[in-house]
């Protein structure tokens, strides 16, 4: 107690001190480098080791990136110019810029096409990843697997158009039958749709034009990044449904469909990717009707979706399981139904806990498809590893294509991850 | 009790059980459970732990199925028929121990939810009808947050108004008081006693034993799968029949 009140036990204050700044040792930045850095002799010993470290590794790769040439036509022209002082050749890069994104056989008077279905993915993905925007917007999201099929393939617009109707056809088939039975609907919708595109594609050949709007690229000839992405954005894309599905067929009463769902989750995730791949490339042709043509970046798409879709199934049972049984009970006892219970109830409380996992899968998926490469397929590595290392003049230019690729996987990879962490923070509403 | 009294309880006969079975695999949890609940009326189960009087409540509403007898509720007869089920569980609210409030969705998301999707009410009248149950349970102002920021007694009732909202015309509770901290189950059962009054048909499995004197005007005494006494509340405390009842009221009236 102060001096001038020290006659009396009372105490009231009769001055507001003013606030002060605290004590330099304690504010701003020499307080955080005490606290974090400096805090006893280890950590200061790793902090000063650590930065030695990171200063080596600056120090030391600054010249190979600073020197680094862009507009050479060879690896030994680059040498040349650098006459034996570290630099990079970067050259390859824009030399073979369209070669490492479009790959090498994708007639080059069409690469708007692959580019303009790029940009359109991410206005029909927007509605889908950010709930607020105007669900009118999801229509186009429909449309859009189709119009990039067009736009990336080329050829008569009846394929696609076709393939939509296929959908349409199978949708209100179900429609109208699901009121009466939910399985009369069902397969019935499926035996609709696969009528149609029998149908359709006998029609389709007869009237389609010899010259068509867009040139026809053969799926051969698909390659560098954008087959990557075409693969990876499609298996994704299809892989979460069926995982749902797969996911609730494990947990189902019915032995039938409880029996498949786990003996193809479990042979798909006991058998590696790269078998499957091998399968699809070289086994399945002996198992089709000589003569039949089925398409390779199909037989791919189909493998890689059903192996991320086994273990996006048993993520998503993770989540399921996850929920209190009360939910389920609560739900019934409101007079929900099976799909009313799961829609609204169920499924989004399921999926928002299974979000990091189903993440690690699609991003894991996404570099798989890079295996590609192993049947032949020239998809960015395929690429690198293939026509530019083999070719005379890019020999030897290791570091700046693998580099480059790690930085484009990278980029896309990193941009999901940050994605799912700004959703999982939308959809937090407090601890249940 | 006098104000139990008042509440009528009409001759329609709201729910039957005769010679209903259950087993737990080899477990006999239910042994010949016969009873009928009359419409308006006010019926407080009790009984120790394990006495199958929360299995009882939810065959009820078929979220435990029975393998012997029948369950005839507002007379549609339970069956594996899941549209027979469906219709059911229409007509009879629940409320849980744990309340099961919907975590996902806003207070009012929670009571518009059913409406909307089984009674097929359109939304704006549905959210009126929340409102109006959220303003009888006394909370309309917390509408638009989460179950998780609400306090357990605010969860119940609000429970209670999302299971009022589908207009049920039989409501089963099934411990919707053990959960909560003491000041808060003065909420809870005010808000029960208010529905009573009203005339709702009620079955309700507690240990409350103030609110059984006081609403209630049957009590079923349970224990070991079967129903051992049912009396009014006056002499079902007062004189209890069997040793069982006896011990059983001795252990929780004793503190």
Known sequence: MSDTHAQSVAFVRETSLPPVPPPASQAGAVKWMRENLFSNWVNAVL???????????????????????????SLAACREILQGKTGACFSVLTERWNQLLFGFKYPSTEYWRPGLAFLLLFIAAAPVMFFKLPRKLLIFTAIYPFLAFWLIWGGTIWTPLIAAFGFVVGYLVYARFMKQS???????????????????????????????????????????????????????????????????????????????????IEFIRGVPLITLLFVANVVLAYFLPPGTTFDLILRVIIMITMFSSAYIAEVIRGGLAALPKGQYEAADSLGLDYPQAMRLIILPQALKISIPG????????????????????????????????????????????????????????????QYSQWLERQLATGHR | MAEAQKMEVSDEIAISIRKMNKWYGSFHVLRDIDLTVNRGERIVICGPSGSGKSTLIRCINALEEHQKGTIEVDGITLSSDIKNVDKIRREVGMCFQHFNLFPHLSILENCTLAPIWVRKTPKKEAEEIAMHFLEKVKIPEQADKYPGQLSGGQQQRVAIARSLCMRPRIMLFDEPT?????????????????????????????????????????????????????????????????????????????H
Request: net charge negative; proline share 4%.
């Open chain 1, 47 to 73: 902090t000063i080791g650590s930065l030695y470290i990171i200063a080596m590794i600056v120090v030391k790769s600054a010249p190979w990136f600073m020197n680094g040439m862009w507009d050479t036509p």
């Open chain 1, 182 to 264: 939910f399985a009369a609907g069902f397969f019935g919708g499926i035996a609709a749709a696969f009528l149609t595109w029998w149908l359709g594609g006998m029609v389709g050949e007869a009237i389609a034009p010899q010259e068509t709007l867009l040139e026809a690229v053969n799926s051969r000839d698909m390659g560098g990044f954008m087959l990557n992405m075409l693969l990876g954005v499609t298996c994704v894309s299809l892989s979460l449904p069926l995982g749902i599905v797969l996911a609730l067929g494990r947990q189902s009463n019915l032995p039938l469909i409880k029996g498949i769902c786990v003996v193809f």
């Open chain 1, 358 to 417: 189903i993440v690690n899968i699609a991003v894991g998926l996404f570099k798989d498809t890079t295996l590609v490469s192993v049947i032949s397929m020239f998809d960015l590595v395929g690429m690198i590893r293939g026509p530019i290392l083999a070719s005379t003049e890019w020999n030897g230019v290791y570091w700046e294509l693998f580099l480059f690729a790690a930085l484009l996987f990278f980029i896309v990879c990193y941009g999901i991850s």
């Open chain 2, 178 to 254: 053990s959960a909560l901290d003491p000041e808060m189950i003065a909420e809870v059962l005010d808000t029960m006693i208010e529905l009573a009054e009203e005339g709702m048909t009620m079955l309700c499995v507690t240990h409350e034993m103030g609110f059984a004197r006081k609403v209630a005007n049957r009590v079923i005494f349970m224990d070991q799968g079967q129903i051992v006494e049912q009396n009014e509340p006056e002499e079902f405390f007062n004189n209890p029949k069997s040793e069982r009842t006896q011990l059983f009221l001795s252990q929780i009236l004793g």
